[in-house]
């Protein structure tokens, strides 16, 4: 008995080990991606694309985030292929010091005035390189999270990831929040390189900690069952292409929200409503700590009820508290502004925190982590990296922000058939082979 509970006490701190890692590890992750997000909203068109009128300098900074998001399929089935060949530890490493030394790089690159036409090419190409860390960082994250946890918490464990990303969001906003308040020509000439030049300082303290974390325990029992499959890839699009679209469609609707919330209303805030930039990233950054909060709450709940009702819920949430974040944000009321940008928030929070472990459960050991990479990544490729033009195009086109909550309903609407289309996976095995299970698990 005593052999038993020290056993139990081991493999909880490693749970909490590899939790506390992934959350970390997610992190510098999505400050590197997210600080290219700011810096595309802000400065870019100034410093890249100087020559055409502000809207079109800003649709052009914009493309070159969208690049970043193209390169996430491409880097989901590299690194996922590799990640269900020779283990989940070894892709984490990959990923974050590809994403890291791009990022670095970004900070150091010359602008059009300096070099020309080579600036816009070069910052494309440095994106380019961040997406394909980031393809590939998110499956292998989330796999060893849900694969250590234990059974009944995975939604649970599989939020640490998540909870990554308003965490990127927060640190970001605030060393921006921090640069931002220099004067307009120090912060044109070097000061928002220092975000860029920071992230080199966090790929070292999170590539420390990645070297310590042990291999995803359901990946070492297949390798010692000699389990893997010759090209993963194929294997998901033999057998497992409607578990691809539905976790591709399910992400639609909150990565749309999510890009919206962090990116689009930085743009609509300065150039639209013609508030200070800091008023909009003061809104973002309460909003993502609130985020944070939220997301293993939300996450821990589907380990009761289901990922189902979750996903469910807050793709219904997202689909109409759209309508009422616009008018609020027109307001210009600080107070009312804020409201409408958290109330959109609680239902993006609801759905993004047990969506990892939704979408790890719906494959198998051996195609996990290209499964659900791909699944993702295809996801985002498809919203995210759009979201932002789109809505700034409709707003030029339209002027009014009613017909960009409409294109957020139509999303939210496509990720609830998704989702419903999908088999709830809470009480699954995740050591099981789905072709073998005689009936899906209740709920």
Known sequence: ???????EQGRTASIRQVAAAS????????????IYVT?????????????????????LALSTNAVGFVARPIGGAVFGHFGDKIGRKSMLIATLLLMGLATFAIGLLPTENQIGIAAPILLVALRFLQGLG????????????????????????????????????????????????????????WGWRVPFLLSILLVAVGLFIRLRILESPAFQRLREAGGAVAVPIVEVFRNNLKQLFVVAGAYLAQNVTFYILISFTLTYGEETLKLPRNLMISIIIISSIASFLMMPLFAALSDRVGRKLMLLTGAAGMG???????????????????????????????????????????????????GATMGYQLGTVAAGGLAPIIATAILQQTGSSIFIALYMAVVALISFIAISAGRETYQRDLDADSSSESAPAPG
């Open 39 to 59: 810096a595309a909203s802000f400065v870019f068109n100034q410093l890249f694309f100087p020559s055409y009128a502000p809207l079109v300098g800003t649709l």
């Open 23 to 34: 959350l970390l590890g997610t992190t510098i992750e999505w400050y590197d991606f997210f």
């Open 134 to 189: 980031l393809g590939g960082e998110w499956g292998g994250a989330v796999l060893m999270a849900v694969e250590h946890a234990p059974e009944g918490r995975r939604g649970f464990y599989g939020s640490f990831p998540q909870m990554g990303i308003p965490a990127g969001v927060i640190l970001s906003s605030i060393v921006f929040l921090f640069v931002t308040s220099l004067p307009e020509e120090q912060f044109l000439a």
């Open 1 to 7: 008995m005593e052999n038993v509970g020290g056993e």
């Open 320 to 370: 109409t508290l759209c309508f009422v974040m616009f008018p609020l944000l027109d307001t210009k009321n600080y107070a009312l502004m804020l409201g409408g940008h958290l109330l959109l928030t609680v239902f993006q929070s609801m759905n993004l925190g047990p969506i990892a472990a939704f979408f790890v459960e719906q494959f198998d050991t051996r195609v996990r982590y290209t």
